[in-house]
């Protein structure tokens, strides 16, 4: 690792481990203190500031992740980085849920670590030069950070000219040398360009500032349904089933014209103000008959895990019921707040979903009716035959269930129920 004036805080219990770690990022490079408790923790994090936080999840009394939750709630301008040598696919799920970087599995090898410090450091960096008064990315002035991912930043910006608000993806810097990772981010500027739809993000705009490559995208005053999820908060059947139709017209429209998304989860999802669900992130979707925009080898996987479809997992062609199972999921999901396929490590999650292996939603929640859990058993089907044959097939069948549920039109019924939320109810 290169010299960095970024500071590193070690958090576990364990003497051993929090000393040899901290040794080998100190040998990189690194300012490094040590704490061995949550107490230490948040007095070294309000006293020295650090930039990046390595953070044991299993400690007595506090445990990590109650300390990771506090730090996310005042607002430290830092970097999370958990650990543990017992967590479950669960346990990871939670902390990325609520922000942290990265999620090591102990015992990690010193490149995982170093790879997931420098990734950290890089992307604290960039928050610090974004944050400098009047930086411009092209033709936008950058305002305030308003999401960030394992790629990418996402930035409220303004059209220099114009004033009109934009949101700028800002790629972070140390992918810009990993060319699979520029040609996605290429990618998602082309393909989502030709998608015109009310339910998918516009892009206007993509270029490169001072060694930072962006997209300039719609702003967007709403939810990712990742909020409801991370605040464990359960929709209503029909506001999801809401939610699903209108993800069907967007993929019916990508579909249209041969792209398959490969990423259905709900940060990808978002609910504006008005009721209209957009789907965003066309970054890694492929171009079935296009050669030239094929990013991934054949066998390659991509895509989230704990959404991804059989085939997707086994590296076979994708197609559009790939998109249509990976909705599935996130319809279970955030009706009942449950994934379907379950297990003790990732492991254990993949080979439940290669094998079909899931509870039906209404087993999970009595209180999915037979109809909607139909639709959703029928989404998650292994066999991608067996699955709806089209997203116009499975919006037809949802369009069916509100009707009979009087919600005719979906915006509305999702407009009302965004009225109804508390007015301190976050953004993401």
Same mark, same amino acid.
């Given at each position: 690792m290169e010299k960095s004036n970024t500071r590193v805080l070690v958090v576990d219990d364990e003497d051993m481990i929090r000393r040899h770690v901290a040794d080998i990022l100190r040998d990189g490079g690194y300012v490094v203190d040590e704490a061995e408790n949550s107490g230490q923790c948040m007095e070294l994090l309000a006293a020295n500031r650090p930039g990046v936080v390595l953070m044991d999840i299993q400690m007595p009394g506090i445990d990590g992740m109650e300390t990771f939750k506090r730090i996310v709630h005042e607002n430290h301008q830092v970097e999370t980085i958990m650990m543990s040598a017992h967590g479950t696919i669960e346990t990871a799920v939670e902390a990325v849920k609520y922000g942290a970087h990265d999620f090591l599995q102990k015992p990690f090898s010193l490149s995982r670590l170093r790879e997931a410090v420098r990734a950290a450091d890089f992307k604290h960096q960039q928050a610090l030069r974004m944050a400098a008064d009047g930086k411009t990315m092209g033709n936008y002035i950058v305002q305030e950070e308003v999401g960030s991912g394992a790629s990418? *930043?996402?930035? =409220?910006? +303004?059209h220099k000219s114009l004033g009109t608000p934009v949101a700028l993806k800002v790629l972070h810097p140390h992918l810009t040398a990993d060319h699979a990772f520029m040609r996605r981010f290429e990618n998602e500027a082309k393909l989502t360009a030709h998608l015109a739809h009310p339910n998918i993000v516009r892009v206007f705009d993509y270029g490169r500032q001072d060694n930072l490559y962006y997209l300039a995208m719609e702003f967007l005053q709403g939810r990712s349904?990742? *909020?409801? #999820? @991370? @605040?464990? =908060?359960? +929709?209503?059947?029909s506001v999801c089933m809401c939610v699903g139709a209108q993800v069907c017209r967007a993929l019916e429209a990508a579909h249209e014209r041969n792209v398959i998304h490969r990423d259905i989860k709900p940060s990808n999802i978002i609910i504006t103000d008005t009721g209209i669900v957009k789907l965003v992130d066309f970054g890694i979707s492929r171009w079935l008959d296009a050669p030239g925009l094929q990013l991934t080898q054949p066998h390659q996987i991509v895509g989230t895990p704990l959404y991804m479809s059989p085939e997707q997992i086994d590296g076979k062609p994708v197609s559009a019921q790939s998109d249509i199972f990976s909705l599935g999921v996130v319809l279970y999901l955030i009706a009942t707040l449950y994934y379907p396929f379950s297990g003790e490590n990732l492991g254990a999650v993949v080979k439940a979903i290669t094998n079909g292996e899931f509870r039906e939603p209404m087993r999970a929640d009595p209180g999915i009716d037979a109809k909607a859990n139909? #639709?959703?058993?029928?989404? +998650? %089907?292994?066999?991608?035959? %067996?699955r709806f044959a089209s997203a116009a097939d499975l919006r037809n069948a949802i369009e069916g269930y509100l009707l009979k549920k009087g919600v005719? +039109?979906?915006e509305n019924a999702l407009a009302d129920y965004f009225r109804k939320l508390p007015a301190d109810f976050p953004r993401e």
């Amino acid at each position: 690792m290169e010299k960095s004036n970024t500071r590193v805080l070690v958090v576990d219990d364990e003497d051993m481990i929090r000393r040899h770690v901290a040794d080998i990022l100190r040998d990189g490079g690194y300012v490094v203190d040590e704490a061995e408790n949550s107490g230490q923790c948040m007095e070294l994090l309000a006293a020295n500031r650090p930039g990046v936080v390595l953070m044991d999840i299993q400690m007595p009394g506090i445990d990590g992740m109650e300390t990771f939750k506090r730090i996310v709630h005042e607002n430290h301008q830092v970097e999370t980085i958990m650990m543990s040598a017992h967590g479950t696919i669960e346990t990871a799920v939670e902390a990325v849920k609520y922000g942290a970087h990265d999620f090591l599995q102990k015992p990690f090898s010193l490149s995982r670590l170093r790879e997931a410090v420098r990734a950290a450091d890089f992307k604290h960096q960039q928050a610090l030069r974004m944050a400098a008064d009047g930086k411009t990315m092209g033709n936008y002035i950058v305002q305030e950070e308003v999401g960030s991912g394992a790629s990418a *930043t996402i930035y =409220r910006g +303004l059209h220099k000219s114009l004033g009109t608000p934009v949101a700028l993806k800002v790629l972070h810097p140390h992918l810009t040398a990993d060319h699979a990772f520029m040609r996605r981010f290429e990618n998602e500027a082309k393909l989502t360009a030709h998608l015109a739809h009310p339910n998918i993000v516009r892009v206007f705009d993509y270029g490169r500032q001072d060694n930072l490559y962006y997209l300039a995208m719609e702003f967007l005053q709403g939810r990712s349904l990742n *909020t409801f #999820v @991370k @605040k464990e =908060r359960r +929709l209503p059947l029909s506001v999801c089933m809401c939610v699903g139709a209108q993800v069907c017209r967007a993929l019916e429209a990508a579909h249209e014209r041969n792209v398959i998304h490969r990423d259905i989860k709900p940060s990808n999802i978002i609910i504006t103000d008005t009721g209209i669900v957009k789907l965003v992130d066309f970054g890694i979707s492929r171009w079935l008959d296009a050669p030239g925009l094929q990013l991934t080898q054949p066998h390659q996987i991509v895509g989230t895990p704990l959404y991804m479809s059989p085939e997707q997992i086994d590296g076979k062609p994708v197609s559009a019921q790939s998109d249509i199972f990976s909705l599935g999921v996130v319809l279970y999901l955030i009706a009942t707040l449950y994934y379907p396929f379950s297990g003790e490590n990732l492991g254990a999650v993949v080979k439940a979903i290669t094998n079909g292996e899931f509870r039906e939603p209404m087993r999970a929640d009595p209180g999915i009716d037979a109809k909607a859990n139909a #639709v959703m058993v029928q989404c +998650l %089907q292994n066999n991608p035959v %067996q699955r709806f044959a089209s997203a116009a097939d499975l919006r037809n069948a949802i369009e069916g269930y509100l009707l009979k549920k009087g919600v005719p +039109l979906p915006e509305n019924a999702l407009a009302d129920y965004f009225r109804k939320l508390p007015a301190d109810f976050p953004r993401e």
